[in-house]
């Protein structure tokens, strides 16, 4: 898995050392040809780590809202706030979806109105354990409306 390489790679140049200049430049040139990924692939990898916040055990799902190279939103699927979640009392299943739960973009789009945070304009990186490639059509419904003009949501999509 690429993320396990670029951790392990990170490491190993951090070392716990103190570097001399013949190992800081051999670690630049590794840092600019290894480590440094792409601005989408930098922010695809934050939606995977937003995604272990999920509190559903049916699937982990990350979204992060990036604006001008910034992030503004982040979101998981998960209970509302002060809501029990599935991991606690178990998922509330109608027609094979859980009602108990938020989706990420949800989650993401109500973090950046809660604080006054624009979106219009914004790229929403998703990512999903799942390997599902695109929103629910009513989370794209939402992101459409709320001006979100890119959506990156697969390893395959991204630098495209």
């Not at 055990?57 to 699927?77: E, L, M």
């Not at 739960?101 to 219009?120: D, K, S």
Request: contains cysteine; proline residues 2%.
């Amino acid at each position: 898995m690429k993320w396990r390489t670029i951790i392990d790679q990170v490491q190993a140049l951090r070392g716990g050392h103190a570097m001399t200049k013949q190992s800081t430049k051999q670690s630049s040139e590794l840092t600019e040809a290894n480590v440094r990924s792409g601005w989408d692939e930098y922010f695809l990898n934050i939606a995977m780590v937003v995604a272990s916040r999920s509190t559903c055990p049916r699937a982990s799902v990350g979204a992060v809202i990036v604006r001008d190279k910034r992030i503004v939103a982040t979101g998981y699927n998960g209970a509302p706030s002060g809501e029990p979640h599935c991991t606690e009392v178990g998922c509330l299943m109608v027609d094979g979806h859980c009602q108990r739960v938020l989706h990420a973009e949800t989650n993401a789009i109500a973090q950046a109105a809660r604080f006054g945070i624009a979106v219009q304009g914004a790229t929403l990186y998703y990512w999903d354990s799942l390997n599902r490639s695109r929103s629910c059509t009513k989370c794209a419904q939402l992101t459409a409306a709320a001006g979100l003009t890119r959506i990156v949501t697969t390893a395959e999509q991204v630098g495209k």
